[in-house]
């Protein structure tokens, strides 16, 4: 494996993305071969034209993509790994519902990349063209409510415009669906008038908004009164201790709303700037779906594949920080010792090397249990790998992953059967698979946990909790609230 360190180009002087055009005759090629293939087969064909850009800031590229194509926009980045995708548009879509959704969503992204037209990508590229994103919902048997209005229980987009940085390159691509009757300068003008609004749009996000602060400004409310929910928790630990469950995870939501006299909106934009200013380890996500958008900092990985290696954590078992150095160690250091979360954290483990020996020659971990630090709560997290056997892709390994004890619980059924019938909570795409693949069944896929859904004015927030025998209600909410700051603080919270 290559590991690359890659300097910060702003500091270096290097300067950021100024404008984009693709060579119209080349373009007109890849139209021209993916026209003729979709007459072969007579199907939709996809058109990937690839190209190297300048170096880019993926936050401050956002704003103008969502500008471009308002509606469908993803942003996904590990800021500790210089790691990007941000695309706009949808060339093509997969969207399932009900039990099949994993299989269902697989054989449409299979036929979808099948005699895919690529064009300029580079030889040495980490990733596979062309590259889908989405996600999934946690729990398909839960009914939807209108909260969750435009997320499916499955979910790939083909993006229109995708900017991509990976490995110390940065790339853009155009995804076009080509059919056996289309016409082809008809997707010439088209694209080009992409373009156009993408210039339009970078010209005009020249300069920077100031960051507002809606401390002041904020009305916050349970979707379950406190009470209610530390009752619930009490409840819950009463049957595991009768024996009905080892262990189950217990979400709750808020709402959060600007007072009326407020004349500024929500900025996902500002939104995605604070929480990668305050979560560097984490995947910082955006998926915007007409209005609303699914944003979040999720410190966990359920899956990465790449060149056949199989990645992926057992992260459960969660303490606050301290408030200076010593106290911080002691508190991770109780958290290693700790029976009740050293025992919820191994169940994780023990799930996960089950799972992966479906499709793994190999499956190894840790030798250690490790501490993951983040703002407000460090956890115990466990890395665990595998060499995938032939044949698979990234989405038939979710599909067996999801959802792990951490976020769902064990057995996991019966524990699903509780979530489903005592928590009253619309969970949406709250604690499920979000992340991309590439054409050859590798990418990656976080659990969307520190997250909500925002809208123009409200948002709803999501955080939960794992619950076993020796859990005490009030620490169970308190630990909650922990989680919660993540967002509120992304929403420009900062009481």
Not at 344 to 349: A, D, N
Not at 378 to 393: C, D, K, R, V
Not at 435 to 461: H, K, N, P, Q, Y
């Amino acid at each position: 494996m290559k590991f690359m360190v890659v300097a910060n180009r702003e500091s270096m002087g290097t300067p950021p993305l100024r404008s984009v055009s693709f060579d119209q005759e080349q373009l007109r090629v890849s139209l021209q071969e993916a026209s003729s293939r979709a007459l072969h087969y007579q199907r939709n064909i996809v058109a990937c034209l690839v190209k190297p850009v300048e170096y880019f800031q993926p936050i401050n590229l956002f704003p103008c993509l969502q500008q471009c194509i308002p509606g469908d926009c993803f942003f996904w980045t590990q800021p500790s790994t210089q790691t990007a995708f941000i695309g706009c548009g949808s060339a093509a879509q997969i969207e399932t519902w009900g039990a099949t959704r994993f299989t269902e969503t697989a054989t449409g992204w299979q036929t979808l990349v099948e005699h895919a037209v690529i064009s300029g990508a580079p030889s040495d590229t980490q990733v596979r063209f062309p590259l889908f994103y989405g996600g999934f919902s946690f729990d398909v048997l839960q009914p939807t409510t209108p909260l969750w209005e435009g997320f499916p229980h499955g979910l790939l987009i083909l993006p229109q415009m995708l900017f991509l940085q990976e490995a110390g390159q940065t790339m853009v691509a155009i995804n076009i669906l080509v059919g056996p009757d289309d016409d082809i300068e008809l997707h010439l003008t088209q694209t080009q008038a992409l373009l156009e609004r993408f210039q339009a749009a970078l010209d005009s996000h020249s300069t920077r908004k100031s960051m507002i602060n809606f401390s002041q400004c904020m009305a916050i409310h349970d979707l379950r009164p406190a009470n209610e929910w530390r009752e619930l928790v009490g409840n819950i630990v009463r049957q595991i201790q009768a024996g009905l469950y080892q262990k189950v995870v217990l979400a709750r939501g808020v709402q959060v709303t600007l007072n009326p006299q407020i004349q500024a909106s929500l900025d996902v934009s500002q939104i995605l700037t604070r929480l990668t200013r305050s979560n560097p380890g984490s995947y910082i996500f955006a998926i915007q779906r007409g209005g609303r958008c699914f944003t979040g900092a999720t410190p966990e990985c359920l899956v990465r594949i790449h060149e056949g290696q199989l990645s992926t954590m057992a992260l459960a078992g969660t303490a606050p920080r301290g408030t200076n150095e010593l106290e911080d160690e002691q508190i991770g250091a109780e958290l290693l010792a700790s029976a009740k979360n050293q025992g919820e954290h191994h169940s994780v483990v023990a799930m996960l090397q089950e799972t992966l020996l479906q499709f793994c020659r190999q499956v190894r971990s840790g030798d250690q249990r490790q501490l993951i630090k983040l703002k407000n709560v460090q956890h115990l997290m466990t890395p665990i790998m595998g060499e995938l056997l032939a044949g698979y892709s990234i989405l038939e390994v979710i599909a067996h992953l999801h959802p792990t004890p951490a976020v769902g619980g064990l057995p996991r059924q019966t524990s699903l059967q509780a979530i489903r019938e005592q928590e009253a909570l619309d969970r949406g795409w709250y604690a499920s698979p979000i992340g991309w693949i590439d054409a050859g069944g590798g990418g990656e896929f976080a659990v969307a946990l520190r997250s909500g859904l925002i809208g123009e004015r409200d948002a709803t927030l999501f955080a939960g909790c794992g619950i076993v025998a020796a859990s005490d209600p009030e620490s169970e909410y308190v630990e909650s609230c922990l989680k919660l700051k993540v967002m509120l603080h992304g929403l420009g919270w900062e009481n």
